[in-house]
């Protein structure tokens, strides 16, 4: 099986910087997409940002120009630069990976357990 391991989290003051790391593991031939997502209390998951295989990059409006997503393909990793965070940004950030292959089973999805980002004034 396919396990992904956040870390990175914690409590920072808004202006600040975090940096998150996933690492997927397991027999793991490929991953299409890699993803961070994010649910604050009370609201529905929502994609922060994304990269493809060829490193192709998405982000929603409310972290661009401040959220940079990267991955290391070799490593099974993807990576979350967030900087001049602010308190809307408090959330619980998820790992995705999207169509991964693994040998002798048909592509799906996997998550992360969640990493706890919160965000002082």
């Known amino acids: 099986q396919v396990q992904l391991v956040e870390s990175g989290g914690g409590l920072v003051q808004a202006g600040g910087s975090l940096r998150l790391s996933c690492v997927a593991s397991?027999?793991?031939?490929?991953?299409?997409?890699l993803g961070w997502y994010r649910q604050a209390p009370g609201k529905q998951r929502e994609l922060a940002a994304s990269?493809?295989?060829?490193?192709?990059?998405n982000y929603a409006d409310s972290v661009k120009g401040r959220f940079t997503i990267s991955r290391d393909n070799a490593k099974n990793t993807v990576y979350l630069q967030m900087n001049n965070l602010k308190p809307e940004d408090t959330a619980v950030y998820y790992c995705?990976?999207?169509?991964?292959?693994?040998?002798?089973?048909?592509?799906?999805?996997?998550w992360g357990q969640g990493t706890q980002v919160t965000v002082s004034s």
């Open positions: 990269i493809t295989r060829d490193g192709t990059t």
């Open positions: 995705n990976a999207e169509d991964v292959l693994i040998p002798f089973r048909p592509r799906r999805d996997y």
């Open positions: 397991g027999s793991i031939v490929s991953i299409n997409t």
